[in-house]
C-alpha cells in the first residue's frame, strides 16, 4: 500500500524514490513485523489468559511439560497480523507470488485457528480431526499450486532445480503441482509436529525464511541470477517482503515464547508459518534446498512416521516419545540444551542451503 503513497510523493519529494527498492522495503518490512509484535503481544497474552484459551498437554508426554498447562496458545494469531500488516504496507500487492503465497498462509492459519479452538474450548488435546484437517490442507494446497503452476510465466517455474549441480534441471510439466503441493502441506505439518518446546520452531522459521528471501531476492534480479546461475524469474523478488516480514514477526513472537513461554503460537502458528516456507521455497524454486535447510522439520517428521509405523509392525518403538525433541528429553536432555542444540544445527543447516548458490 505504502509503495504507491510514496511513488506519488516522490513527485513533490525526491527522497520518497528510495522506497521503490526492494532492498528498502525488506528493512521496513522486518521493523515493521517486529514493533507490532512487541505492541500487540502483551495485550494479546493478556486477553488470551483471561479468556483462559490455555494449552491442554498430553498426560503421556514429558511430566515436565505439566507445569505449562494452562500456558496461553494461540499467539501465532499475532505473527499473522504481524505479516499481513507489514506485507500491506510494503508489499506490492499487484505481485501474484507475493498475493498467493501471503493468502496461502492466512488460509492454513484459519484451518490451525479452528483446530486450536477445538483443543481450548472443549478441552480435547486431539484438536479437530485429523482427517478433516488434513483434507483443508490438501485443498488449499492444491489451490496455491495449481495457481502458481497456472502463473508460470517462464519456463524454469514447471522446473526442478537440483541443488549443487551445475546446469542439472528436471522437467516437470504439469507434475509441477504435485511437488508444490507435497511441499506446502509436508513443511506445514512438519513445522506443527517440531513446536513442542518452548521457541523451538520458531527460531528455526525464522532463520530459513530469512535465507529464502536471499534466494527471492537473488532469483528476481536478473544480472545476480545470471552471475549465480540461478533460475531468474521475474517478479519474484518480491517474496523478499514476505520472508522479511516472518523473520521479524518471528522474533518478536520469541520475545514472548521464548523458555519459559509467556505464549504458545499452537496451529494457527505452525501450519501457517510452515506453509510459508513452503510456499516460498516453491515460488524462488529452492524446494529441495528447503528440504537440507529444514532439516530439523524433516527429522522431526520422519520420527512420528518411524515410530508409527514400527508400532503397527513390530508392535515395538524406535524413539523414547515422537516427536524427536521428546526422545532427547526423556533421555535426560534439558529443554533449553535440545532447543539450542536444534537451532545450532539448523544454522549449520542453513549455511549449507546457501552454499548451493556458488558450490555447483
Do not use: C
Not at 508392535?315 to 526423556?330: D, G, T, V, Y
Amino acid at each position: 500500500m505504502l509503495i504507491y503513497l510514496t511513488e506519488y510523493l516522490q513527485q513533490y519529494i525526491s527522497g520518497f524514490g528510495v522506497f521503490k527498492y526492494i532492498t528498502m522495503r525488506v528493512i521496513m518490512s522486518v521493523l515493521t513485523a517486529l514493533i507490532i509484535s512487541f505492541l500487540v503481544g502483551p495485550t494479546m497474552i493478556r486477553w488470551l489468559t483471561r479468556l483462559k484459551v490455555g494449552q491442554s498437554i498430553r498426560l503421556d508426554g514429558p511430566q515436565t511439560h505439566l507445569v505449562k498447562s494452562g500456558t496461553p496458545t494461540m499467539g501465532g494469531t499475532m505473527i499473522l497480523f504481524s505479516i499481513a500488516v507489514s506485507v500491506f504496507l510494503w508489499g506490492d500487492l499487484t505481485n501474484h507470488y507475493l498475493l498467493v503465497v501471503t493468502l496461502s498462509m492466512l488460509a492454513f492459519g484459519v484451518v490451525g485457528f479452528v483446530d486450536d479452538y477445538k483443543k481450548v474450548v472443549y478441552k480435547d488435546p486431539n484438536g479437530m480431526r485429523a482427517r478433516t484437517k488434513y483434507l483443508w490442507q490438501s485443498i488449499i494446497g492444491l489451490v496455491t499450486a495449481y495457481t502458481l503452476y497456472a502463473l508460470a510465466n517462464v519456463p524454469a517455474e514447471t522446473q526442478l532445480l537440483i541443488p549443487y549441480m551445475k546446469d542439472t534441471v528436471l522437467e516437470l510439466g504439469a507434475w509441477t503441482i504435485v511437488l508444490s503441493y507435497l511441499v506446502i502441506v509436508g513443511t506445514s505439518n512438519a513445522v506443527n509436529l517440531t513446536d513442542g518446546l518452548d521457541g523451538l520452531a520458531i527460531m528455526p522459521t525464522v532463520m530459513i525464511s530469512g535465507a529464502l528471501g536471499v534466494f527471492a531476492y537473488l532469483s528476481g534480479h536478473v544480472y545476480f541470477a545470471d552471475y549465480l546461475n540461478i533460475p531468474y524469474i521475474p517478479g519474484v523478488g518480491e517474496m523478499t517482503i514476505l520472508a522479511a516480514a516472518l523473520v521479524g514477526a518471528g522474533l518478536g513472537f520469541l520475545w514472548f515464547n521464548a523458555h519459559p513461554a509467556q505464549v504458545f503460537m499452537g496451529d494457527v502458528g505452525s501450519l501457517a508459518i510452515g506453509a510459508a516456507l513452503g510456499g516460498m521455497a516453491v515460488a524462488v524454486k529452492q524446494e529441495l534446498v528447503l528440504f537440507i535447510m529444514g532439516g530439523i522439520f524433516v527429522a522431526e517428521t520422519l520420527s512420528v512416521i518411524l515410530q508409527v509405523g514400527s508400532y503397527k509392525l513390530r508392535k515395538k518403538r524406535i524413539f523414547l516419545m515422537a516427536p524427536l525433541h521428546h526422545h532427547f528429553e526423556q533421555k535426560g536432555w534439558h529443554e533449553s540444551q535440545v532447543i539450542v542444540r536444534f537451532w545450532v544445527i539448523t544454522i549449520i543447516l542453513v549455511l549449507i542451503g546457501l552454499a548451493s548458490l556458488k558450490l555447483r
